[in-house]
């Protein structure tokens, strides 16, 4: 359900709404898709698909709901992370006629829900750890309470299994465990593949990874993003599944022929948000660079070395990368347009060869991927007679960077009192 993808038509791909009659009260939902899916999916697979601003998108639906039902609820796929510009949060605050957002995509935790103006915000977090439970509150038609809450599956030990459920999985499991309870060797060391930690800094297990792309490929050096790894690995026996579940996208590896200067950037574009996490953050094999928050976005990449040496951006390099990004996924459109130099076996496979090779692997962080301390900033109080460039000069930066850094959106029209983000001395 999806009020906000349309077709080249101007169509919606989906049901926009359903309303519900629960205990007499109806409850209008209403679906909203976060428009990252244009990259953060392969793009073949929204070919023909637009997908239209959430926020404009809510209000037709609120316009459309109200009056006819006594709730009003998004169910979106928008998150809370701060390098996406369309949020449950900026949802709420721009449609405050929605009385509960059940929100997703960011994998948020929220224990009791979040309040933004009027509007409840529920998400139950990742991989089915909690069950979300809301409770509305009407005093005759009115709604006048709404509370978010969790349930964890130990809180939930008590309650009997449904048998015929229970048997269906277990016929699944059974078959899918002869395959995937195979040991293809072992790890030495916990293989981290944390959310928190592959979107924004190197691991061991992107490490592993980008290491197997080398390895079938032969390429000169390879990158995959940090949003296509989803598990970590505890050290011990390594399965089949385990890996599945690490990668479980499916993506193949692909090499092509890039300039350097499609390497930088790449790499600039997986580290546009940093030090805030983000899916397309890039783990290498064969080269090294150099992260410094405090330069402006496009800028932040400031050493690369390819197999020790430093990067030409007029050389020819075969980078391996997946599918996915070799198409331009999560925004890597500078590799969309490059030859393609060869296609290879499934990322999963590949790895699973990799480590089979081994048999015991003990990967390492071992600064592939270096960041600068980020500056410390403080704030600046306007005076009367204040301008941009000599504040900034006062801080030892540019105006550029303050009009980036306080998203300034007149850089000439400064307040006596405003408060300006500037870096500590």
Do not use: C
Not at 42 to 67: I, R, S, Y
Not at 407 to 414: E, G, T, V, Y
């Amino acid at each position: 359900m999806s009020a906000n993808v349309k077709k080249t038509d101007g169509k919606r791909l989906l049901t926009p709404y359903s309303i519900k009659e629960v205990d007499g009260f109806k409850i209008g939902i209403f679906g909203l898709a976060t428009p990252e899916t244009t990259y953060k999916t392969h793009p073949k697979n929204v070919e023909g698909l637009t997908f239209v601003d959430p926020v404009e998108e809510a209000k037709v639906m609120v316009a459309e709901l109200k009056g006819k039902v006594d709730v009003i609820v998004a169910l979106a796929h928008l998150g809370m992370d701060k390098s996406s510009q369309d949020t449950s949060i900026k949802l709420a605050q721009a449609v405050p006629e929605i009385d509960l957002i059940v929100d997703g995509h960011s994998h948020t935790t929220l224990k009791d829900g979040m309040m933004v103006g009027n509007t409840l915000i529920a998400s139950a977090g990742e991989y089915d750890k909690n069950l979300g439970a809301i409770q509305l509150t009407f005093e005759g038609k009115k709604l006048i309470a709404k509370k978010a809450g969790l349930v964890t599956k130990e809180e939930t030990e008590w309650i009997a299994d449904d048998k015929d459920v229970l048997n269906l999985v277990n016929g699944i499991k059974t078959e899918q465990g002869k395959v995937l309870s195979q040991v293809i060797g072992k790890t030495a060391v916990k293989l981290d593949g944390e959310r928190e930690q592959v979107r924004k800094g190197e691991t061991n297990l992107g490490n592993l990874i980008a290491d197997a792309m080398i390895s079938v490929s032969g390429a000169d050096a390879a990158i995959t993003n940090g949003g296509g790894i989803r598990a970590s690995i505890e050290a011990g026996d390594i399965t089949k599944g385990q890996i599945i579940t690490v990668l479980p996208f499916g993506n193949y590896i692909v090499t092509k022929k890039v300039k350097g200067a499609d390497i930088k950037s790449a790499l600039e574009l997986g580290v546009k948000p940093y030090p805030e996490e983000n899916g397309a953050f890039p783990h290498v094999s064969g080269m090294t660079y150099t992260i410094d928050p405090s330069k402006l976005a496009g800028e932040k990449v400031t050493s690369i070395l390819i197999k020790g040496q430093p990067l030409d951006i007029n050389q020819d390099y075969v980078l391996a990368t997946n599918d996915f990004m070799a198409a331009g996924g999560d925004g890597y459109t500078m590799l969309a347009d490059d030859a393609t130099a060869n296609e290879y076996p499934a990322l999963d496979e590949a790895v699973i060869s990799y480590i089979q090779a081994k048999q015991v692997v003990e990967p390492k962080v071992e600064g592939r991927i270096a960041a600068k301390p980020a500056t410390s900033t403080s704030i600046y109080i306007v005076k009367p007679g204040d301008v941009l460039w000599r504040i900034a000069k006062q801080y030892g930066t540019t105006w550029e960077k303050l009009v980036e850094i306080n998203k300034l959106k007149n850089p000439h029209l400064i307040f006596p009192g405003q408060e300006i983000i500037v870096p500590a001395q």
